[in-house]
């Protein structure tokens, strides 16, 4: 699933932006920002030092379901604040790739 969202932290006045590229449940209860926000909330919690109670909030932008897709070249990481890949586990032993501000993150 492809997810564009916008986020806000605490602490931070503007909205931040961010994409998801990877698998996510089709019985999500709370809704897909809630599921969403499930997924980048470690990343954020670290990033930005938050403590595990901190209100993150995310507004979905659109989100694209199919099993196999091109998601966009590499330079997209640098349209994003968070720019989160989780890949199925590869040959080399790497699920994901995450982007911060376009620098690569690992949490």
């Known amino acids: 699933m492809i997810i564009t969202f916008i986020y806000t932290v605490p602490n931070c006045l503007t909205p931040l932006y961010g994409k998801y590229v990877g698998y996510v449940t089709d019985d999500y209860e709370d809704g897909l920002d809630m599921e969403v ?10 990033y930005y030092t938050l403590s595990k109670d901190a209100t993150v909030t995310v507004g979905i932008l659109s989100h694209y379901r199919k099993d196999s897709i091109d998601y966009c070249s590499e330079n997209e990481k640098n349209a994003f604040t968070l720019l989160y890949c989780k890949w199925p586990l590869t040959m080399d032993g790497k699920s994901s790739e ?3 501000n376009g620098k690569p993150y690992t949490v």
């Open 37 to 46: 926000m499930r997924l980048i909330f470690p990343i954020l919690q670290q």
């Open 98 to 100: 995450i982007f911060m």
